[in-house]
């Protein structure tokens, strides 16, 4: 299947701070990739769609100004949590599509402190 | 996106076939059905996905009914390993769409 790299798989950050992840496509281009993100226990939550090219589609209830995202190539999604705080601790999953499939990075863990 | 329903729970011998069921009775014509994997602190993993005609592949077996209703993964000889929450998902396979998860079953391998 194809290969969805995930990065940072862990980091820790201080209230108030900011944090990029980012999500490449290695082998396959990626014209839109989905964030998602996970409580413990829970299920995969779809935060937003990014477009390659253009601006990310927010699913309801999520903030734009707080989770900015960046699709600035055929093979990179970023992801950045802008100011951070402990609610937004979680479990960060990005994917990309490759004709009918899904294929998922390995998840970022964020713990702000 | 149509829904799907599966049991939260369900335990297996190791070595033995694990079926795991889902319900998808309001899926529409274009929609598969998927079936993802999630070890714990891991990304999900594709196993299978099929529209009509049952399917199988080095890891599992999909059998869908006929009605497309409902479906049934099976992993013929579950190990330790297999230990993990398994999606059933039905969506559309065309254009940018996303992929809605449920709440899964555990399944839990039993040595």
């Known amino acids: 299947g194809a290969v969805v790299s995930q990065h940072p798989s862990r980091v820790i950050c201080k209230s108030g701070t900011s944090v990029k992840i980012e999500c490449r496509s290695l082998?396959?281009?990626?014209?839109?990739m989905f964030w998602y993100r996970q409580f413990p226990k829970q299920s995969l939550m779809l935060m937003a769609t990014s477009n390659e090219g253009s601006k990310a589609t927010y699913e309801q209830g999520v903030e734009k100004d707080k989770f900015l995202i960046n699709h600035a190539s055929l093979t990179l999604s970023t992801l950045t949590v802008t100011s951070a705080h402990p609610e937004d601790s979680s479990f960060y999953i990005c994917?990309?599509?490759?004709?009918?499939?899904?294929?998922f990075g390995s998840g970022t863990q964020l713990s702000v402190l | 996106d149509a829904k799907t329903t599966q049991p939260t729970s369900m335990d297996c011998a190791e070595g033995r076939a694990a079926n795991l069921p889902c319900n998808h009775s309001t899926i529409s014509g274009n929609e598969y059905v998927y079936w993802y994997r999630q070890i714990h602190s891991q990304g999900p993993q594709y196993i299978i996905h099929g529209l009509k005609n049952n399917e199988t592949n080095e890891m599992a077996s999909l059998i869908i009914t006929e009605d497309r209703k409902s479906s049934t993964l099976i992993l013929p000889h579950a190990t330790l390993r297999d230990t993990a929450v398994y999606y059933c998902i039905v969506g559309s396979s065309t254009g940018a769409n996303n992929l809605f998860f449920g709440t899964g079953t555990r399944l839990t391998v039993i040595p």
């Open positions: 994917s990309g599509r490759v004709l009918e499939k899904l294929f």
């Open positions: 082998d396959f281009q990626a014209t839109t």
